[in-house]
């Protein structure tokens, strides 16, 4: 009995590693079409804007309208425009897939061979996925942060740096001159607190509360207005931007 349940773990276990390959061929494939497609897309876009006046006068003839009002033309931006949005949430549902079913085969494979740990239910794992997820987003978001207060930190020690040279040199120190970062502090500190709907004086926990209600409501899963994506990378640069550092500094400038 016990040579039955370690073959049948290793053959659960081979299964798992099995469609583990497929699940990534599958991922692979769906992200390089949509990378395709998304690329000309970005193409078309480039080449529009850069010869948008000739293309609305062409648009505004007899023949451009026909041409922009042709079922294949519209189906075509359709396709540009939906495809990507479509496939990115597929290949984020395909990785979802993935890790259930091959998390759950691994741990009932290692189960049956070994006796030991334990395997779950698949709401479990789709669980485990999810605060993984969370996580990896969090962890992600934290290092955009760091990032950015590092850039900062650099901008305004240049320009205190040139500020104390040209002092020095009578206001003629022209060897690379720096715009002051203040200016573009300020207008991004306002904009961000604008986005989410608080006040400039806020502090963290209502930048949190305003964030969470926000991205809720703008979520592309569940807000399905055309510029819902738009606005929900917007809430989150804000909620990014809105760091401790950046609501203190702000704060010294205003004193």
């Not at 897939?97 to 794992?125: A, N």
Request: aromatic content about 14%; charged content about 25%; glycine content about 6%.
């Amino acid at each position: 009995m016990r040579i039955i349940k370690k073959i049948t773990g290793k053959v659960i276990y081979a299964f798992g590693q099995f469609l583990s390959a497929i699940f990534d061929l599958f991922i692979w494939i769906a992200g390089a079409a949509v990378s395709l497609v998304a690329g000309i897309a970005s193409a078309v876009a480039a080449l529009i804007g850069m010869g948008g006046c000739l293309l609305i006068l062409l648009l505004s003839t007899p023949a451009g309208l026909l041409l922009l009002l042709n079922p294949v033309t519209l189906m075509a931006i359709v396709f540009f425009v939906v495809f990507p949005i479509l496939g990115y949430k597929f290949i984020s549902f395909l990785k979802y897939l993935k890790y259930i079913v091959t998390e759950y085969l691994f741990d009932l494979g290692s189960y049956l061979m070994d006796g030991k740990g334990q395997y779950k239910s698949f709401s479990e794992y789709g669980h485990k996925y999810q605060r993984m997820e969370e996580e990896r987003i969090s962890r992600e978001r934290a290092e955009r942060q760091q990032q950015q207060q590092r850039e900062w930190e650099e901008r305004f020690r240049q320009w205190q740096s040139y500020q104390q040279q040209s002092q020095q040199q009578g206001g003629y120190y022209r060897q690379q001159p720096y715009s002051n970062p203040m200016t573009e502090f300020r207008s991004r500190y306002e904009k961000a607190c604008s986005t989410l709907g608080v006040g400039t004086d806020t502090d963290k926990y209502q930048v949190k509360l305003a964030y969470r209600k926000k991205a809720k409501e703008y979520h592309p899963d569940i807000n399905h207005s055309p510029d819902a994506t738009r606005r929900f990378q917007e809430i989150n640069e804000a909620y990014e931007f809105l760091s401790d550092e950046n609501i203190e500094r702000y704060k010294q400038m205003r004193n």
